[in-house]
Every structure is written in C-alpha cells, then in structure tokens.
C-alpha cells in the first residue's frame, strides 16, 4: 500500500519538499543498518493535535543513538520544536511520526567514525499496522528468536536488528497468522516485531522485561501505568510460553498498532478477544490519548 504522502519533510535543519528527502545509495546506514528511528502519533484533541509521548520518544532516540555509538547533532529541544513544526507544516489533524537518525554518505565500510550522522522527521496520515482489533489477532512463536542482546543491544531501536522483525513477520504471515510472537535468547516470551505482549490471569496483567530482549516499549509504559490508575496490579516479569497458552485474555500493545486483542496464540484460541481487562484499557488508552481524560494531558505535546 502507498504511502500518504505529506507535503514537506524535516531533514537535517529543514523543512524540504516530500519527494527530495533523498539519500545517496552508498548510505552507511544502509548497508549496514547503523540508523535508530521512533515512532510517534499525533492525534485529534478538543485543543487540537497533540504528539503522544513526545519526549519519552526523543529520549528513547537518544538513548537508542548513544548505545550503538552514534552522537546526535540535535538536541531534544530542537527535535520538539522541530516536530511540531513538521506536523503544523504538513497540517495534519492525526499523523503517524517517523525520526530517524542515521550514518550518511561520507566513506564506505565498517568503521563508522568518518560517517555523517543525518537525521529526518516524516509524517504522515496512518492508522496503524495491524488489522482491526475487532475480533483480535492470530499470532504465531517465531521460529526465529528475538535478537540477543550480547550480538545487538534489543533496547537500542535501532533500524540494523529490524531484520529480525521483518523474517519472523513474514514467516509468521506465509503461515497464514497476523502476527509472530517471538522468545528471548533465554527461551523466554520476549516480544512481537512491533508490539509488547501482555497477557491477563486471574486479574493480573503481566508483561515481560527487557531483560527478555524486549523494548521498552511507551505504549507498555502506558498500559502499565493505566492498569494500576484501574487499581489492575501489574507485573513485569519472565513470562513462558505456558503463561501465554493459559491466559485468560492476551493483547500486544505498540504506538502503530495501539492495543489489540489476541484471538489466538498457536492456534490455542483465547477464552475471550477482547476480554473486560483489555477492553478496559482500550477505553482507557484512548480517553488518555485524545486529552478526554484530564489526568493524563501531561502526555500531550500541543501542536497548534
Ligand atoms: N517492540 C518493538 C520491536 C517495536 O518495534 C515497537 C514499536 N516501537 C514496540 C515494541 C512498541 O513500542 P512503543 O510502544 O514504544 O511504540
């Protein structure tokens, strides 16, 4: 599917026309992957567009861009004005964020020190990865384990470990499932390619650390803290694949996807997709982030 395309693009300082936010094919961060990118939504306010999560998501950048030895030329101040700049630009009610900062053109091969460290901002109207919530997703375990974090940093989003996501989506998809849940190095449930995995027993959610090979994920964070404001308890923990098969209720939660219910896992199907737990925090997430719900308007970066 095409993308929608927007009208301007910010790259390294600039806002520049959609179609001339160009790279050089000898690119570092293309042929070997040393690039970190976010994902950020803006959605529709009563005050207008407002960016989710804004700084949690330049903080993990930065964090991300410090762990594979990469330096930033801006700081968050000037990424936050910048976005905003971008989604006023473009004049979006809701949009999808993509930052990226990434090694350019400069020399070619693995020594990185002599590269250039460039760095986008796109956006443009999407509404997620995933196919509808209603009814939930089928995921499968990957064949493929997440990546371990003594070969690359998983806590790094870091656009090199991607090709990791994107074979245990397509194997997973081949097999005729929407989604691949994938184990840690240890054996244990680390993550799905774009999303966290949370499952809810006997009224109390669970979602592994990263210590399993899973991001941090914002979205996580976020449920957490809506779970416990719902008086749910919450545990992040190891969590094995039997944990998952006996849940009540599983859902995988992302900035693209939101939170969307589990219909099966393996072809065990869940006793409910969704269930009370998940539909309660559906409602939640989504008062908290169109500004409804006033207690978390901290979260909203406005735009207008
Ligand atoms: N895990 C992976 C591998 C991801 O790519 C993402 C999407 N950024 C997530 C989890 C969810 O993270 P977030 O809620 O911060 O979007």
Known sequence: MALPEASTIWLDGALVPWQEARVHVLTHGLHYGTGVLEGTRVFAT??????FRLPEHLRRLDRSARMIRMELPYDIADLTK???DLVRANGHRECYLRHFAFLGYGTMGID????????????????????????????????????????VPPAAK??????????????????????????????TVSECTGENVFAVRDGVLRTPPSSAGALEGITQDTVCTLARDLGVPVRVESLLRSDLYAADELFVCGTAAGIVPVRAL??????????????????AYRAAVTGADPRYRHWLTPVA
């Open 82 to 84: 910048a976005t905003v």
């Open 112 to 151: 990185m020190r002599s590269s250039p460290v460039e760095v986008s901002i796109a956006s443009w109207e999407w509404h997620g990865q995933l196919p509808p919530a209603d009814g939930g997703i089928t995921l499968k375990t990957s064949s493929w384990r997440r990546n371990d974090p003594n070969a």
């Open 46 to 51: 009563e005050d207008g567009p407002a960016v």
């Open 158 to 187: 870091a656009t090199g470990p991607y090709l990791n996501s994107v074979l245990a989506r397509r194997e997973a998809n081949d097999a005729g499932y929407d989604e691949a849940l994938l184990l840690g190095a240890d054996g």
């Open 266 to 283: 393996d072809d065990r199907a869940l006793p409910a997709a969704p269930g009370p737990v998940t539909t309660r925090l559906r409602e």
